[in-house]
């Protein structure tokens, strides 16, 4: 078993690649997100992730929440002297533990990154933190290699000069990666690098509560946040920040965020305009930095090929935005970017063992179609394209992207008119995609259309073939509609899947009567690959988790906790979420997203499947306002439905 580490200074995430060739994150108490936290217990142990941050409230000088800051500092008072070594150590046990527990099996060997720039002292004593940890034989691999790697399975590993901007919670670094698949060694090199070690997303949540601060007054209650005396008023503090980062989230969603100022007992509202107008000084001066990066670059550049964003606080929408202006390049963004890293650190480009002669089995990466730039000793030879496999699709060529010219001295791009999300945060997973070639014929086999079918287009970013591994017949109901309809899983790799649905040609959700329904509408129109799906691999209706009768689930909200399903609930609220991120429905995201009513219930639910009665169940769902909840599952049903529609 393999393990891939990212040591971030806010936050630590790891991967595990077992022997079959599966990835996976490691879970750390239900979350792929460790805090990178350390606590020196007075007995002479090291807490590390939430035991830490729990541990903290009562005694927080003991407590170190960002030990990869310290790297310079040899040891750390924590009550007493702490080697930083044996703090990083304590953080990569943890993992290591973790790691066995989930994998069931010994690790062999481990990738740990690091910032590009950290100089051999940094790595060594990040060497000496790995040796003890039970991480097997350790390599130690620049982060935006990782990253570069990441994005090069997903989307072609062609040659390319790719820039990461890594934006986590604390720092900020910038690197150019340089991948020559045709080189002898067809590695990938850092050509340049620099960084920021203080502009992060914490720093934007300081800007934030600066503007709380000067909008409400009352000093004395300030002075009493800044600096807590008591237990009362550290509870208050931690209260205050972690609202602050709560609604900073949310802002990338929503147009506004409430926020409650503890102390102060009093609601403030927070728009995103004003996260935007504070967050963009420190968004430029990472913009600045790219430029004298780019600038100072040893090695003549090519023109970039991708700008990759990496980081949790890359999911602010302004970032995208300032970056494609700057660089005339849309950024690739992606789903989870706090774990690209991690995930990355353990492809063969990054580790150097050769890859299997074709995707493993249970590999959900992009598979090469065709031969391209995969040559030297990472690859096997080009694969040639398959006759028709099953469920896969060629991309049609995407639009011409802009590039900038030959990088000399680098001078930003122009401004340019561009929206303020300009690559949507997850893709509407339809597009672009032709069949391969015409499916064999089955009991409810379209018969093949005669001119080519284009289907509306996706990102751009999309470049390789997807497969389609999982279809699915659903019974769907809501209060206008009941029927069949069809999901599709197309995986993009390690771990991240998008949903597909069946829709005509303004964009709605097709709902047929029965199956014969979808059977005669196939053979009439082909032209939705999800509906040409051969046969063999649908799997039909066997069971209730493929039966969604979503007007149900009012029914049962109305009532007492006791009628509350907590599996159905659950399930129904999963695929309104896939249905309305695939159909782009207006306002589904103040009904369905983080901290609304329905994501706050179907939290206590799913921690409550086996009994929504217990007392801790009752307690929490007793501060649910139940008809507000009724309500915006009726509205987000209503969404659905407006969006629905049975062939004629």
């Known amino acids: 078993m393999e393990l891939g580490v990212d040591l971030g200074t806010s936050s630590t995430v790891a991967f595990l690649r077992r022997d079959d060739g599966t990835a996976e994150p490691v879970l750390f108490d239900g979350a792929p997100l460790l805090p990178s936290a350390v606590y020196a217990d007075p007995g002479g142990e090291l807490l590390v992730g939430r035991d830490a941050l729990h541990a903290a409230r009562a005694r927080p000088e003991r407590f170190e929440g960002n030990p990869k800051r310290r790297i310079d500092d040899g040891t750390v008072f924590l009550g007493a002297e702490v080697a930083v070594e044996s703090l990083l150590g304590a953080l990569l046990r943890r993992v290591a533990a973790e790691a066995r527990r989930i994998g069931s099996a010994a690790i062999t060997s481990s990738t740990v990154t690091h910032p590009a720039a950290w100089g051999s002292a940094r790595r060594a004593t990040l060497q000496r933190a790995a040796a003890g940890a039970g991480l097997g034989a350790v390599r130690l691999v620049p982060e935006p290699v990782a990253a570069a790697a990441f994005h090069l399975r997903r989307h072609g590993a062609e040659p390319a000069d790719l820039l990461v901007y890594d934006l986590g919670a604390g720092t900020f670094d910038v690197a150019v990666v340089r991948h020559s698949p045709g080189s002898a060694t067809a590695r990938m090199e850092v050509l340049c690098s620099a960084g920021l070690d203080d502009t992060g997303g914490q720093d934007v949540d300081a800007a934030i509560v600066g503007l709380l601060r000067s909008r409400s007054g009352t000093p004395e209650l300030w002075a009493r946040l800044d600096n807590p005396a008591t237990v009362a008023d550290r509870a208050a503090r931690r209260q205050l920040w972690e609202d602050v980062r709560n609604a900073k989230e949310m802002l990338s969603r929503t147009s506004s965020a409430t926020l409650y100022l503890p102390l102060l007992d009093t609601d403030q509202i927070l728009t995103r305009d004003e996260l935007e107008q504070l967050a963009a000084p420190l968004i430029q001066r990472t913009v600045n930095a790219i430029g004298a990066t780019l600038a100072a670059c ?12 990496v980081g949790g606080a890359t999911r602010m929408p302004l970032v995208a935005t300032m970056l494609h202006r700057a660089l005339n390049i849309p950024p690739t963004i992606i789903d989870q970017p706090e774990l690209v890293v991690a995930a990355g650190s353990l492809d063969p480009m990054v580790t150097g063992r050769p890859g299997p002669a074709g995707p493993p089995a249970e590999w959900t990466g992009p598979v090469p179609l065709s031969g391209g730039e995969r040559s030297g000793e990472l690859y096997p030879a080009p694969m040639p394209a398959p006759a028709s496999p099953p469920g896969m699709w060629h991309p049609v060529a995407p639009p011409a992207v802009p590039q900038p010219a030959p990088h000399g001295p680098w001078q930003p791009a122009p401004p340019q008119p561009v929206p303020a999300q300009p690559v949507p945060a997850q893709p509407v997973p339809a597009g672009a995609w032709q069949p391969a070639a015409p499916p064999p014929a089955g009991p409810w086999q379209p018969v093949q259309p005669t001119a080519p079918h284009r289907p509306p287009p996706v990102a751009a970013s999309r470049q390789t073939g997807v497969a389609l591994t999982i279809v699915e017949l659903l019974e769907l109901t809501t209060p206008q509609h009941e029927g069949v309809t069809l999901r599709g899983q197309l995986h993009g790799g390690y771990g991240v ?30 032209s939705d690959p999800l509906i040409a799906t051969p046969p063999r691999q649908v799997r039909a209706v066997g069971s209730d988790d493929q039966r969604y009768n979503l007007d149900l689930v009012v029914e049962h909200l109305s009532g007492p906790p006791d009628r509350w399903l907590p599996s159905f609930v659950c399930r129904c609220r999963d695929l309104c979420a896939q249905l309305a991120v695939f159909l782009g429905l207006a306002g589904a995201d103040d009904l369905i997203g983080e901290h609304s009513t329905i994501d706050r219930v179907d939290a206590i639910l799913r921690k409550h499947l086996a009994d929504v009665t217990s007392r801790g169940a009752r307690r929490r769902l007793a501060q649910i306002d139940q008809v507000r909840l009724v309500e915006d599952w009726t509205g987000l049903v209503a969404l659905i439905d407006a969006a629905t ?4």
């Open 497 to 526: 899947v998008e949903h597909v649905f069946p829709t005509d040609e303004e964009g709605r959700l097709l709902v047929f009567p029965d199956t014969m329904a979808l059977a005669r509408y196939a053979a009439r129109d082909a």
């Open 645 to 648: 529609v049975r062939p004629g």
């Open 298 to 309: 040893p090695v003549p550049l090519r023109p970039l090929g991708a700008v990759i964003l």
